[in-house]
């Protein structure tokens, strides 16, 4: 896979006029001999695309669910090698394209070419750091682009529209709209703070814009997806995967009410 | 970027550069959320630092609420013992009982300039949660403050002055409790609350600007030494380095000085050997770590790594920027000391001097008394950061133990 495997994917939601669905999965989750059917059930539920969180010690964006499932994962001992092939086998059971999703200090301990070059090697479509605003993404940019994968950035209620614009420029392979101030993790309210954002977003660019964080009933899916290209859901997905006895079923039918709730 | 000219390893960074960056360190790693906070608080900040309005302010107060300048006076007992001239800078003495308040008043005035209503802090001695408590009932700021459980156990007392003070405390259980912890903690509370919040950080690390408004506001401590010294030289200049604070405060306005060599000194925990310490200079590697790159304590795949130390202030994986660059050029030397031997300097300086330094200032003590052979003769000026009051407790029942 590679960065065109998203560019075709939005184009393909803009022309059926509908909303990917993008579902976030922390690699080694429900556990490590469950994580790559976890995908395949997500896949075969509706999803578009995935989010392979690659577990972090320290993920600073993450509320108290990816959190603690960050710290089982690696307890349970995924690596970055680890998620890597994690990534590889869901790209290759369901063809969806996926990106490797982790945090500023793995990217360049390993260093950005070699991280992009073996996430382009498990067969990413493409890059999400949280921690990576524009004014450190240059050498994250050249990297991803050398390797022929994309790299997401980032646009917050806070941004204003001039660092908007700014974003736009460095042509992302689309835009994670933070859709609700704060870390990732389940909210109770529907509120219009994604949709200002989103218009804000639109009238500045044409790239793709998948909205997340804070985004986890398909209700609040649903308000959101005529002012989208894809949503991203995470907590409460992985939420489902901490806690239940059965979590595979549990998880595909939440994929499939949220991936409902958008077409 | 401003230069200025210096006769040693340097050149001394007065500003970071357009990135936030000193030399390879520092820089921006924050979610997109904080960024425009970031740029904001900048330019509040460069802004207020040449209002002649706001200086004075901030000078006023600490000196008629916080007591400055704090003393500076040779160490007679301590000398004699060692064989060293020991001059000590007395930051203990400064109002609730470290340099941590020159800091928190500074930022605090700075978040009413901003017109923002709330504060947070992370804390790990406590020290910092206390200024900050402090200068939030000053300033008549709600304020709320993230501390490791494990911390809040370790130092109890400064749990219940702050919330004397007016302040939550919000105990941290992710991780191992301690300070890296509480930062994180801290760092997702702003996520969410950016746009009524400031974040008074409370050592010089994190996103730019942080690292250079914590150092603006405590080089008070090396700009006043000098003055005191009256024209004297150091031969030497120590100070304990767990973020750096009060180190870089000291070292910044020596940095570069013909004569002076300055010393950091890290926390080498159990000994550097066992991998339980807090050397991110001495033992670490360069790495991002709370929106700075520096070196830090990490693996191979970049997964942060605990720090261990007696004293929780210097129980962190990582270290100021600066302190990083500082250690590159040459400008500074970073060394480190263990547990038991900063338990043996909080004991020396007690006997000898009637003071009870802070464990954290106990480590520059410590290190004066194991190298006092090489330093026969020479005047070193340790600066003992913070009072021990807070560590009573926990040394009672470590030595209890032996």
């Known amino acids: 896979m590679s960065r065109e495997s998203l560019d075709r994917l939005f184009a393909d939601v803009r022309r059926e006029g509908r909303t990917a669905f993008l579902p976030f999965m922390t690699a080694g989750l429900p556990s490590p001999g469950e994580t790559v059917e976890t995908f395949v059930a997500m896949a075969e539920a509706g999803a578009d695309a995935f989010e392979v969180g690659i577990p972090y010690s320290d993920p600073l964006m993450d509320g108290p669910t990816i959190q603690v499932a960050s710290q089982r994962a690696i307890e349970q001992g995924m690596t970055l090698g680890g998620g890597f092939e994690v990534l590889r086998r869901v790209v290759e059971a369901t063809g969806r394209p996926s990106l490797a999703m982790s945090y500023a200090n793995p990217v360049f301990r390993v260093g950005p070419h070699e991280f992009a070059r073996r996430a382009a090697d498990a067969g990413a479509a493409g890059l999400i750091v949280a921690d990576l605003p524009l004014e450190e993404a240059g050498p994250v940019i050249e990297a991803t682009e050398g390797a022929g994968i994309g790299l997401v950035l980032f646009a917050a209620p806070t941004t204003h529209d001039e660092r908007l614009a700014r974003i736009a420029a460095r042509d992302p392979v689309f835009i994670y709209g933070v859709a609700a101030m704060g870390v990732t993790g389940e909210r109770d309210e529907v509120s219009d703070v994604p949709r200002r954002l989103a218009e804000r977003i639109r009238a500045v660019t044409g790239t793709p814009l998948v909205m997340g964080v804070g985004i986890g009933t398909p209700e609040q899916a649903a308000a959101l997806a005529p002012h989208v290209d894809g949503i991203i859901v995470g907590s409460a997905l992985v939420r489902r995967a901490l806690a239940s006895d059965d979590p595979i079923p549990e998880i595909a039918s939440a994929t499939r009410a949220l991936a409902n709730a958008l077409s | ?402």
């Open chain 2, 1 to 402: 970027m401003t230069v200025t000219a210096a006769t040693g390893p340097g050149p001394r960074l007065d500003r970071p550069d357009e990135r936030g960056r000193f030399g390879d360190y520092g820089g921006m790693f924050a979610p997109e959320t904080l960024m425009p906070a970031l740029e904001e608080l900048a330019a509040e900040f460069a802004e207020a630092w040449i209002d002649p309005g706001f200086v004075s302010a901030f000078h006023d107060l600490l000196v008629s609420y916080t007591g400055r300048p704090t003393p500076l006076r040779s160490a007679d007992h301590l000398s004699q013992e060692l064989g060293v001239r020991v001059l000590l800078k007395r930051e203990d003495l400064a109002h609730t009982g470290a340099h941590k308040i020159n800091n928190a008043l500074g930022q605090a005035l700075l978040t009413n300039r901003m017109g923002k209503s709330r504060l947070i802090a992370e804390t790990g001695a406590g020290q910092h949660g206390v200024a900050t408590a402090t200068a939030a009932a000053y300033a008549g700021l709600e304020c709320l403050v993230y501390m490791g459980e494990k911390d809040i156990e370790r130092q109890a007392l400064n749990v219940q002055r702050m919330r004397m003070l007016g302040t939550d405390v919000v105990p941290v259980t992710s991780g191992a409790g301690t300070l890296k912890d509480a930062v994180n903690e801290a760092m997702r509370d702003w996520v969410r609350t950016v746009e009524t919040t400031h974040y008074i950080i409370g050592s010089v690390v994190g996103p730019h600007p942080f690292p250079w408004i914590v150092r603006e506001f405590q080089k008070v401590i090396g700009e006043e030494s000098i003055a005191q010294l009256e024209g004297e030289t150091p031969d030497v200049v120590v100070a304990c380095v767990g973020g750096g604070s009060n180190a870089i405060g000291m070292f910044y306005p020596f940095a570069g000085r013909e004569g002076v060599e300055l010393v950091g000194v890290e926390a080498a925990g159990h000994g550097i050997e066992t991998g339980r310490h807090g050397a991110s200079i001495g033992a670490g590697s360069p790495g991002i770590l709370h929106g700075a790159r520096t070196y830090m304590l990490q693996d191979d795949e970049g997964q942060v790594l605990e720090a261990h130390s007696i004293s929780a202030g210097l129980d962190y994986p990582g270290v100021g920027p600066e302190h990083a660059y500082y250690a590159d050029t040459g400008l500074a030397r970073y060394v480190s000391i263990t547990d038991e031997e900063a338990l043996g300097g909080v004991d020396l300086l007690s006997r000898a001097e009637g003071i009870i330094p802070a464990l954290e200032s106990a480590h520059a003590i410590a290190w004066v008394a194991r190298e006092a052979d090489a330093l026969r003769d020479r005047t070193v000026l340790i600066n003992l950061s913070g009072r021990g009051d807070k560590d009573v407790e926990m040394i009672a029942s470590k030595i209890g133990m032996r």
